[in-house]
T-cell receptor
Framework: DTGVSQDPRHKITKRGQNVTFRCDPI?????LYWYRQTLGQGPEFLTY????????KSRLLSDRFSAERPKGSFSTLEIQRTEQGDSAMYLC??????????????FGPGTRLTVT | DQQVKQNSPSLSVQEGRISILNCDYT??????FLWYKKYPAEGPTFLIS?????DKNEDGRFTVFLNKSAKHLSLHIVPSQPGDSAVYFC???????????FGQGTELSVKP
C-alpha cells in the first residue's frame, strides 16, 4: 500500500508533556499538509510544505507547534507543553504539484491525540 | 469566520433515491472545489472536484454542481447506496494547490 501513513494512530499524554507525530506521504508527492480536526468540525489547515520548504502556516499554529520536513520526504509535527485544548485528530495529507489536479490532497488515517 | 458552510449536519435518504448535499461559500476568490467522504476512524477520501470555471462535473453516480453567482455547490448521488453512508465534507482552495478550507460536514445515512 502506497498511501499516506501516520504514526502513532493514537496518543494519550498528560498536560504539559511534549508529543511528536510522524507522517509519510505518498512517495512521489512533493507537497505535504497538516490539518487538525475536532469533533463535529471539518479539518482545519495548520501548515504545508513544498519539498522541504514550509510555505504557509495558519494562525492556529501557535509557537508551541512546530513542523519539519527535513529532506522533503516524511514530516514531523511536534506539540510542546500540551494543553487539553490540543486534543484532536491530527491529519496529514499529500499532493503532487506537477499534475492536472494539484488541488487533490490524499489523507492519511490521522493521529488521535488525547491530553489528560 | 466560516468561509465554507454546510448547514445540514445530517441527511437521511432511502436506498435507490437521490442524495443532495449542499455547501455555501463566501470567498469569490476560491478557484477549485472538492468533496471528500469520511468513514469513522479513517482519513477523508477524495471523491470529486470542480474548477470554478465549470458548472458541472460528473463521475459515475456522483455529480457536483457549482453556482458561482449564488456561491453554492451541491453533490448529487444517484442512486444512493447503503455504502454511501458517511460524513461528506466540501472543501475549497483559495490558491492553486495550497491549503483547503473545509465545511463542517454532513452525515449521510442511506437506509436499505
Amino acid at each position: 500500500d502506497t498511501g499516506v501513513s501516520q504514526d502513532p494512530r493514537h496518543k494519550i499524554t498528560k498536560r504539559g508533556q511534549n508529543v511528536t507525530f510522524r507522517c509519510d506521504p505518498i512517495s512521489e508527492h512533493n507537497r505535504l499538509y497538516w490539518y487538525r480536526q475536532t469533533l463535529g468540525q471539518g479539518p482545519e489547515f495548520l501548515t504545508y510544505f513544498q519539498n522541504e520548504a514550509q510555505l504557509e502556516k495558519s494562525r492556529l499554529l501557535s509557537d508551541r507547534f512546530s513542523a519539519e520536513r527535513p529532506k522533503g520526504s516524511f514530516s514531523t509535527l511536534e506539540i510542546q507543553r500540551t494543553e487539553q485544548g490540543d486534543s484532536a485528530m491530527y491529519l496529514c495529507a499529500s499532493s503532487l504539484e506537477q499534475t492536472r489536479s494539484p488541488y487533490e490532497q490524499y489523507f492519511g488515517p490521522g493521529t488521535r491525540l488525547t491530553v489528560t | 469566520d466560516q468561509q465554507v458552510k454546510q448547514n445540514s449536519p445530517s441527511l437521511s435518504v432511502q436506498e435507490g433515491r437521490i442524495s443532495i448535499l449542499n455547501c455555501d461559500y463566501t470567498n469569490s476568490m476560491f478557484d477549485y472545489f472538492l468533496w471528500y467522504k469520511k468513514y469513522p476512524a479513517e482519513g477523508p477520501t477524495f471523491l470529486i472536484s470542480i474548477s470554478s470555471i465549470k458548472d458541472k462535473n460528473e463521475d459515475g453516480r456522483f455529480t457536483v454542481f457549482l453556482n458561482k453567482s449564488a456561491k453554492h455547490l451541491s453533490l448529487h448521488i444517484v442512486p444512493s447506496q447503503p455504502g454511501d453512508s458517511a460524513v461528506y465534507f466540501c472543501a475549497a482552495s483559495p490558491n492553486q494547490g495550497g491549503k483547503l478550507i473545509f465545511g463542517q460536514g454532513t452525515e449521510l445515512s442511506v437506509k436499505p
